[in-house]
């Protein structure tokens, strides 16, 4: 049975925050975790140093939120904590039986974790939460010249979230922000844990992770939708008072590619398990830009009937209207279990 119809859009700009890496291992430790990916790396190294595990199933799951019983896990076994379930806590939502109980109590008669009634040991761990902890796990000291703009002073993490920074530990999400209160997923983590670890190696330097490169075929076509979706887009520029799109061919064969991969694979999402979000593949192949933006979709019937599902949707709108870009790609391939798969991809170079 086809899929119900779905449309996602997402746009950003082109400052990345960098991270530390360590050189990849020879295999992947799971199934859903691919060398051409960002926490690659970091996932392979804390595994190998028993920091952090994946489902019985063989997944990773980085995606998913970590939690705040999970982070007191990572971190404690960073720290070589022993666990000790004789440690009394005095939190009344957990108990010795659970799996995270013993580090809980510890780092909290560490004074990491504050001491209180409650725990919340299911509650996804924001990014303050996350900088917090770390600041406070392994003595992070110092603070940045130029603040992260949504950190403001008042905020009660904004003195960690600095050291944090200040440590190398991280560089924000770009554009000068940090998104305290974002949620950390498990393959971040991962990365935070491998920064750990290069801070407290210092005088040597990690190795550049081996960046994956992938070719755009120089006699790529678009085909009939892709071309009538491209005429619907600038008509609706033109209808708006906005500037016309290029269509570019090289941004049109990554988009194609990216409906085949979500086709391929079975997958509804900007994050592909192979590229990874759609500006690291753009840059993975070869594509450099000011700033750039994503729609997609599955499982409408024509150019027209997609077209109308994202003008309806404010988000994908605000992406096919958006003055500030310049060039356009779009693929569509049939198929799969939603029965069609379409990807735009827009761009300022």
Same mark, same amino acid.
């Given at each position: 049975?086809?899929?119900?119809?779905?449309?996602?859009?997402?746009?950003?700009?082109?400052?990345?925050?960098?991270?530390?890496?360590?050189?990849?291992?020879?295999?992947?430790?799971?199934?859903?975790?691919?060398?051409?990916?960002?926490?690659?790396?970091?996932?392979?190294?804390?595994?190998?140093?028993?920091?952090?595990?994946?489902?019985?199933?063989?997944?990773?799951?980085?995606?998913?939120?970590?939690?705040?019983?999970?982070?007191?896990?990572?971190?404690?076994?960073?720290?070589?904590?022993?666990?000790?379930?004789?440690?009394?806590?005095?939190?009344?939502?957990?108990?010795?039986?659970?799996?995270?109980?013993?580090?809980?109590?510890?780092?909290?008669?560490?004074?990491?974790?504050?001491? $209180?009634?409650?725990?919340? &040991? =299911?509650?996804?761990? #924001? /990014?303050?939460? *996350? @900088? +917090?902890?770390?600041?406070?796990?392994?003595?992070?000291?110092?603070?940045?010249?130029?603040?992260?703009?949504?950190?403001?002073?008042?905020?009660?993490?904004?003195?960690?979230?600095?050291?944090?920074?200040?440590?190398?530990?991280?560089?924000?999400?770009? $554009?000068?922000?940090?998104? &305290? =209160?974002?949620?950390? #997923? /498990?393959?971040? *983590? @991962? +990365?935070?844990?491998?920064?750990?670890?290069?801070?407290?190696?210092?005088?040597?330097?990690?190795?550049?992770?081996?960046?994956?490169?992938?070719?755009?075929?120089?006699?790529?076509?678009?085909?009939?939708?892709?071309?009538?979706?491209?005429?619907?887009? $600038?008509?609706?520029?033109?209808?708006?008072?906005?500037? #016309?799109?290029?269509?570019?061919?090289?941004?049109?064969?990554?988009?194609?590619?990216?409906?085949?991969?979500?086709?391929?694979?079975?997958?509804?999402?900007?994050?592909?398990?192979?590229?990874?979000?759609?500006?690291?593949?753009?840059?993975?192949?070869?594509?450099?830009?000011?700033?750039?933006?994503?729609?997609?979709?599955?499982?409408?019937?024509?150019?027209?009937?997609?077209?109308?599902?994202?003008?309806?949707?404010?988000?994908?709108?605000?992406?096919?209207?958006?003055?500030?870009?310049?060039?356009?790609?779009?693929?569509?391939?049939?198929?799969?279990?939603?029965?069609?798969?379409?990807?735009?991809?827009?761009?300022?170079?």
């Amino acid at each position: 049975m086809k899929k119900k119809r779905r449309i996602f859009p997402i746009v950003m700009s082109v400052l990345f925050a960098a991270s530390l890496f360590i050189t990849p291992a020879e295999a992947a430790s799971f199934s859903d975790v691919y060398p051409s990916e960002r926490a690659y790396t970091a996932i392979e190294e804390m595994t190998a140093r028993e920091v952090i595990s994946g489902f019985p199933d063989g997944t990773f799951r980085q995606n998913e939120s970590v939690t705040r019983a999970q982070s007191a896990i990572f971190v404690g076994r960073m720290m070589n904590i022993t666990p000790n379930t004789d440690i009394e806590s005095t939190f009344t939502d957990i108990s010795p039986n659970q799996k995270a109980y013993p580090y809980i109590a510890e780092l909290t008669s560490q004074s990491i974790f504050s001491m $209180n009634d409650r725990f919340y &040991p =299911d509650r996804p761990l #924001t /990014r303050a939460e *996350m @900088a +917090i902890i770390l600041v406070k796990a392994f003595n992070l000291q110092g603070a940045i010249d130029t603040p992260f703009s949504d950190v403001p002073d008042r905020l009660k993490a904004a003195p960690y979230i600095h050291a944090l920074a200040a440590s190398g530990i991280t560089s924000g999400i770009g $554009n000068n922000l940090y998104d &305290p =209160d974002g949620i950390v #997923t /498990r393959g971040q *983590m @991962a +990365i935070f844990m491998s920064n750990i670890v290069q801070f407290q190696q210092p005088g040597t330097e990690p190795e550049a992770p081996t960046k994956p490169s992938y070719n755009i075929d120089p006699t790529f076509k678009s085909n009939a939708t892709e071309q009538q979706i491209f005429l619907l887009v $600038n008509q609706e520029r033109i209808n708006a008072g906005v500037n #016309t799109l290029k269509l570019a061919n090289d941004l049109s064969y990554v988009a194609r590619v990216k409906s085949k991969d979500m086709r391929d694979h079975d997958y509804f999402d900007h994050t592909s398990p192979a590229y990874g979000s759609p500006f690291q593949m753009m840059k993975d192949f070869g594509l450099d830009y000011m700033s750039a933006g994503e729609n997609i979709a599955a499982g409408q019937d024509t150019a027209v009937h997609v077209m109308n599902s994202w003008m309806n949707s404010p988000g994908h709108r605000q992406n096919i209207l958006n003055p500030d870009f310049i060039e356009i790609g779009i693929g569509y391939v049939e198929g799969g279990d939603y029965g069609s798969y379409f990807t735009q991809m827009f761009m300022t170079r």
